[in-house]
């Protein structure tokens, strides 16, 4: 069974560059997901900012905290990643602009039984006159 590519481009620089707008262009330039920046996979990020990220970085937190809310936050962003199909809220829009209604958005475990793999469903429904000429 063929599988798209998962590509994941990171975009890195200092604040107020326009690191969130180019993320933001790329995904509607290539029809891709935008999950975010890190710290909006872990709320222990929150905390680190109030201290500042650089002093929380640099200087206070010991070196395995800072490895450990890195970690969980692109585990968390890569479960984020998966538990959704790139595409559903676009097939979604252009479905009801066809005058189909989504009944049913779903997942359900894998047929071949692979770990962590899950298939996503979507079910529509089409009135009688959906499909006529107009």
Not at 11 to 33: C, E, H, I
Not at 43 to 72: I, S, T, Y
Request: with cysteine; aromatic share 8%.
């Amino acid at each position: 069974m063929w599988m798209a590519p998962v590509i994941t481009v990171g975009v890195s620089g200092p604040d107020n560059v326009g690191k969130t707008t180019q993320a933001r262009l790329l995904a509607r330039r290539y029809r891709a997901r935008n999950l975010g920046p890190l710290d909006d996979h872990d709320p222990r990020w929150q905390h680190a900012r109030r201290q500042g990220l650089a002093a929380w970085w640099f200087e206070a937190a010991p070196l395995q905290e800072v490895v450990d809310v890195l970690a969980c936050s692109y585990l968390a962003r890569s479960t984020a990643a998966q538990s959704s199909p790139p595409g559903t809220e676009e097939t979604v829009a252009l479905a009801r602009n066809f005058g189909l209604s989504p009944v049913h958005q779903g997942s359900r475990p894998d047929l071949h039984g692979r770990d962590g793999v899950h298939m996503s469903t979507l079910g529509f429904q089409a009135t009688a006159t959906t499909w006529l000429p107009r």
